[in-house]
């Protein structure tokens, strides 16, 4: 069970960091999402070990440790708040200038920047 669990979020890493090379925008928002997912699920199989309840013993049984779980809810809800921030960031950017290469959008910025310093020279 370790190993598929180890094997699932490597792949979810890997896809993740792959994205991110990408020069889509949306595409590296996606990235984003799956690193995060993966060191989440990384933080919750560090919790999977077995061992006596943190608390109080509450007879037979096993009881997980409810600091790993508390980190990993707090970490899904930033993640959350991230993804739509960056989606909104990325909407945004398409809107004004109808493109989520980031090829082009440099280009585009290189270009503003040399017009720009052409109009202070003229001035």
């Not at 309840?53 to 809810?73: F, K, N, R, Y």
């Not at 991230?82 to 290189?110: F, M, Q, W």
Request: glycine share 8%; hydrophobic share 50%.
């Amino acid at each position: 069970m370790t190993l598929i669990l180890a094997a699932a979020i490597g792949v979810l890493f890997g896809s993740g960091a792959f994205l991110l090379m990408k020069p889509d925008l949306f595409r590296t928002v996606v990235g984003v999402v799956l690193v995060a997912n993966a060191a989440n699920l990384t933080l919750m199989a560090s919790g999977l070990g077995r061992g006596a309840s943190p608390i109080q013993p509450l007879g037979e049984g096993v009881v997980s440790d409810p600091l790993v779980q508390a980190m990993t809810i707090t970490a899904v809800v930033i993640g959350f708040g991230v993804t739509a921030l960056l989606l909104s960031l990325a909407y945004r950017i398409y809107a004004t200038s109808r493109t989520v290469d980031l090829d082009e959008l440099s280009h585009a910025e290189a270009s503003h920047e040399q017009e720009l310093e052409r109009e202070e020279v003229s001035v």
